[in-house]
């Protein structure tokens, strides 16, 4: 038997208004891939301002963010199953980058810019370069004493 990440398994035969019929021990998983395709304008091209120029719009300013759920941002789930602990995995995320960012300089050694953002392809997605070489350069002394302690 084969095991789908995150799929669910129906546990009774299920049939839908429109006559599907489901039956019982059915895994049932959505195609994110095929959801972001249509939901994003040029979803293939790496922006890194997308959500920033949404929440631009008039009247979308709190949408859009990181952690809110709707029916066009489902990472988190959404609705009543949305996930409790989306809030704290943001905070540890923005933490985490900034603690990287303020102790190191990196540096991808053996790849050219292009390579990295190429990726690879792999069943309609796309992954990040697995041989990639990333360089870690200390740079504590550079951080002011004052701040040392929140950093260290």
Same mark, same amino acid.
């Given at each position: 038997m /084969?095991? &789908?990440? *995150?799929a %669910? &398994?129906?546990?009774q035969d299920?049939?839908?208004?429109?006559g599907?019929?489901v039956?019982?021990?059915?895994? @049932?998983?959505? =195609?994110? @891939?095929?959801y972001?395709?249509?939901? +994003?304008? #040029?979803? *293939?091209?790496?922006d890194?301002?997308?959500m920033?120029?949404?929440?631009a719009?008039?009247?979308?300013g709190?949408?859009?963010? !990181?952690?809110?759920?709707?029916?066009? =941002?489902?990472? +988190?789930?959404h609705g009543?199953?949305? $996930?409790?602990?989306? +809030? !704290?995995?943001? *905070?540890? /995320?923005?933490?985490l980058?900034?603690? !990287?960012?303020?102790?190191? #300089?990196?540096?991808?050694? =053996?790849?050219?810019?292009?390579? /990295?953002?190429q990726? @690879?392809?792999?069943?309609?997605?796309? %992954?990040?370069?697995?041989?990639?070489? &990333?360089?870690f350069k #200390?740079?504590?002394?550079? @951080?002011?004493? #004052?701040?040392?302690? $929140? +950093?260290?």
């Amino acid at each position: 038997m /084969v095991t &789908v990440k *995150n799929a %669910r &398994v129906t546990l009774q035969d299920w049939q839908f208004k429109d006559g599907t019929k489901v039956p019982k021990g059915t895994h @049932i998983f959505t =195609n994110q @891939i095929a959801y972001q395709m249509a939901t +994003f304008e #040029d979803p *293939n091209t790496f922006d890194p301002w997308r959500m920033h120029k949404l929440r631009a719009t008039e009247g979308e300013g709190t949408k859009h963010q !990181f952690v809110m759920t709707s029916d066009r =941002n489902l990472h +988190f789930g959404h609705g009543k199953h949305a $996930c409790p602990g989306r +809030f !704290f995995a943001a *905070n540890e /995320v923005k933490t985490l980058l900034s603690l !990287f960012l303020m102790r190191y #300089d990196m540096r991808i050694r =053996n790849l050219s810019v292009e390579q /990295v953002q190429q990726g @690879i392809r792999y069943a309609n997605s796309r %992954r990040p370069t697995p041989n990639a070489i &990333v360089e870690f350069k #200390d740079r504590t002394e550079l @951080i002011p004493e #004052d701040l040392k302690t $929140c +950093f260290l």
